[in-house]
């Protein structure tokens, strides 16, 4: 390792700065990391040879669901079984090595080291049986609790070498000298980044989870669960947090009660024994206190078991239990980001949930349960992601007036499956803030969060007439004002100023800005992210205009193109055209995908060709098209694809071929256009068209689709993808607000049709193309358009805006 990496290592560990050249653990942390490598090609070489005897309890225990005993592990499926393994095995031994000193510094207590050369036992019978006396004389689960390597894997002569050097490595380490914050943020650093990943767990950042506590944690005695805990960064910041508030009340200071009002629940072995771990070094001394740690996984929470965590006081011997409370008046977690698409045993956790929650919610006896499962209804879809799940579900673990407070990615906002979301949210807890973030906040994500803080309230009437506040923090200078922001009450004389949409947008200050608006004035249906987070100036204008939706069906209407799901049958390539002869009158314009886009803003050629086949076809008659669809007939992925539901199933309906007259990506960058499909060239899903039902009325549309106006409201209806580019889905195009030309003077039509004819020009005929010619043509049909809204003066308004949505966008950093 070169000297950078070990600097950034030193670095996350807590290492004085100032002391990182003479450190004398920069050595160990490289051999650690040679150490990790090793063992980790080691586990790789066993589970190469040895896949026949993994067993199905090994591929559940490491997320691998619903595989059979004879799944065949490609490369990288092995690489992260054997770098879990590896973490295990490691972090097992790290910790009994902590424990080893800590007891031996603060009791006297001297525990045999795991590995004795000497002895006739196998390294792991050595190692097991240590781990084995841990578990039944201490009782620290789930740390060195037998899980299904210890049963399956036996090591080779190779890897048990490798740990015996690992073992000697954590023997000479002096791990007595370490204070709790070091070994936690060292446990924390072993974790690679594809391990973080696997189950959604990329973990809060140092300083978003210190603000998120502040936030949300703000009486000394309170009980605080996270039930995604990871590995214990929150709770670090609650125990903190808690300490300090205690100090400041003055009540007297005792590990055992701090870490009884702390509990996480966390689904991934590995984390939770860092948590678990973690969380009793806050106090060294007090080691062998009980960290309320479950190994479990909170959707699976039930209401017909108790859950316990146990501990035995090394000095006296005497059982620690504690049983995981009903209530708490704290929730605070980085929930797992894993689509919808993914999550584990779906069905049964949606049939599960409602039924817990009954229990919960209603206190009804475990033998009732099932009768009365119609008292709580699961509000969300089954599309709708797993932080939405663990949402749903705290609300059921809260006391009335508790707090919630997660980070999310903020597309819920927007999205379809959102909406039952935001109608939850809304009918159960008072909003008392989303904040929103100009840059990203965790490093290796492509996802743009949010943090939500809520307040269990029953109240209707308190529900309805309680203020949002929707705080977007434009530079990082405005998280210290938060605090101060989100826990004041609005000022009177704001009341004032709210305007008749229920809503008031006020910048607090250079650094944060912040929208003001009753609950019972946010509508569920509505997206949230930009009309009320990033407050836009220009749509509280538009919202006072009498305006059309796009897919209004009498003048226009929105296309997403064919969904065959076979693709490559109904878009022939040359070489398949040429191969089987297909006959070119089935042949007609088409576009597979956005790529295929000419870059023209007229199209009057494909790049591709459609195969169109009308039902009546006898193909019998025709020698090509024959052998091509035989082709299809004999290929399952053709064959057996959606297409298949139509009769005969190469042939796309007539109607199902979209065809339509303006054209844009669905995907968009920073270089805009729209095009006109001049030859009607058939499109596929990926690619997005309005149709205009009215030929005359083409090219007034055909501006308005090219214009700044329609670039906001993609801003404003679509949404942003983690590499910076604006999405659009068809049911977000349908709410596009249109200006009706049946109401627009005749005068101001022509205008925008001869905007649209000069760049048309420009563009299809000038060799230069010049710059500034172009921009003044745009700003003329810009202005063109604003004008048939009546909003000739807000152009630079919606320049300026336009602008700064397009920057915040593509300069957020990953």
């Not at 239990?321 to 929930?335: G, H, Q, S, W, Y």
């Not at 987070?533 to 064919?562: C, P, W």
């Amino acid at each position: 390792m070169n000297s950078a990496i070990i600097k950034d290592l030193i670095t996350k560990i807590g290492f004085p700065s100032e002391e990182s050249k003479e450190y004398p653990y920069t050595k160990n942390l490289a051999k650690f990391k040679l150490i990790f490598t090793k063992t980790k090609n080691r586990y790789f070489e066993i589970l190469c040879l040895n896949q026949n005897k993994l067993k199905t309890e090994i591929l559940d225990y490491l997320g691998y669901q619903n595989q059979e005993e004879k799944h065949k592990f490609s490369d990288h499926e092995l690489q992260n079984l054997a770098s879990q393994a590896s973490h295990l095995i490691l972090n097992k031994m790290f910790s009994y090595y902590v424990i080893q000193a800590q007891v031996h510094k603060h009791y006297g207590i001297k525990l045999e080291n795991l590995y004795v050369p000497s002895s006739e036992q196998t390294f792991q019978d050595q190692i097991k049986e240590k781990f084995k006396d841990i578990v039944n004389t201490f009782e620290i689960a789930p740390i060195f609790q037998t899980d299904s390597f210890d049963e399956i894997i036996q090591f080779s002569d190779n890897l048990s070498i490798i740990l015996q050097e690992a073992n000697k490595f954590f023997v000479n380490l002096h791990i007595e000298e370490l204070n709790e914050d070091i070994i936690s943020n060292l446990y924390q650093m072993f974790i690679p980044l594809e391990e973080k990943k696997k189950l959604g767990q990329i973990y809060t950042p140092q300083d978003i989870a210190q603000l998120m506590v502040k936030l949300t944690v703000q009486n000394p005695n309170e009980l605080v669960l996270d039930p995604a805990c990871g590995c214990g960064t929150l709770l670090h910041k609650v125990y903190y947090r808690l300490k300090n508030l205690k100090i400041e009340a003055k009540i007297p200071l005792n590990h055992k009660d701090l870490l009884s009002q702390i509990w996480g629940i966390e689904i991934n072995p590995f984390p939770a024994q860092i948590a678990m771990m973690s969380l009793a070094f806050m106090d060294i001394s007090k080691i062998t206190q009980v960290s309320g740690i479950l190994l479990e996984d909170f959707l699976n929470i039930g209401p017909l078991k108790n859950y316990f965590v146990k501990s035995m006081n090394f000095k006296t011997g005497k059982i620690i239990t504690r049983e995981l409370p009903k209530k708490f008046d704290v929730i605070i977690a980085n929930p797992p980001y894993i689509k919808q698409e993914l999550i584990p045993n779906k069905k049964l956790m949606m049939k599960n949930l409602p039924i817990f929650a009954s229990y919960r919610e209603k206190n009804i006896l475990p033998s009732n349960v099932l009768k009365k499962t119609q008292k709580i209804k699961l509000e969300l879809t089954g599309k709708t992601d797993y932080y939405g799940f663990f949402l749903w579900y705290s609300n059921y673990f809260l006391r009335d007036q508790g707090k919630l407070c997660f980070i999310v990615p903020n597309k819920w906002m927007d999205v379809e499956y959102g909406k039952k979301l935001k109608k939850f949210i809304k009918e159960n807890f008072k909003i008392i803030a989303v904040i929103g973030f100009n840059q990203n906040v965790f490093e290796n994500a492509q996802v743009s969060t949010l943090i939500i803080i809520l307040k269990k309230e029953k109240d209707n009437f308190k529900r309805k007439h309680h203020y949002v506040k929707f705080i977007n923090i434009l530079e990082k200078e405005g998280r210290q004002k938060l605090e101060y922001l989100v826990n004041s009450s609005l000022r009177p004389i704001f009341k004032a100023e709210i305007d008749w949409n229920g809503y008031l947008f006020k910048n607090e200050s250079n650094s944060l800005q912040c929208t003001y608006i009753r609950q019972d004035h946010l509508n569920y249906l509505e997206k949230w992210s930009i009309k009320y987070l990033y407050q836009s100036h220009f749509a509280r204008i538009l919202k006072k205009k009498s305006l059309i939706a796009m897919d209004n069906l009498e003048i226009t209407s929105v296309i997403g193109g064919i969904k065959t799901g076979a693709n490559d049958f109904y878009f022939p390539s040359e070489n398949d055209q040429k191969k089987y002869s297909i006959e070119p009158q089935f042949l007609i314009p088409g576009i597979k995908t956005g790529r295929k886009i000419p870059s023209k803003i007229i199209i009057d050629q494909a790049k591709n060709q459609f195969l169109s086949i009308p039902s009546e076809t006898n193909i019998s008659k025709y020698p090509g098209l024959h052998s091509y669809i035989s082709h299809g007939e004999n290929s399952k992925k053709y064959h057996e694809r959606r297409s298949v539901h139509w009769k005969p199933w190469y042939s796309i309906p007539k109607n199902k071929q979209d065809t339509p007259d303006i054209l844009f990506l669905r995907h968009i960058n920073k270089n805009f256009k729209a095009r006109w499909n001049k030859v009607k060239c058939v499109v596929a899903d990926g690619v997005r068209g309005i149709r205009v039902n009215n030929p005359d009325h083409l090219l007034f549309y055909l501006g308005i689709c090219n214009s700044t106006y329609f670039y906001w409201q993609a801003h404003i209806c679509g949404r942003w993808e983690g590499q910076g580019d604006l999405q659009l889905l068809v049911y977000e195009l349908r709410q596009f607000l249109i200006p009706d030309i049946r109401k627009i003077p005749q005068e101001k039509i022509v205008n925008v049709e001869k905007c649209m004819n000069k760049i048309i020009f420009e563009t299809q005929n000038s060799k230069s193309k010049e710059y500034d010619t172009m921009s003044i043509l745009h700003k003329n049909l810009d202005i063109a358009v604003l004008d048939c809204l009546d909003l000739k003066n807000n152009y630079e308004l919606l320049q300026k805006e336009t602008n700064y949505l397009e920057q915040s966008r593509l300069t957020k950093k990953f």
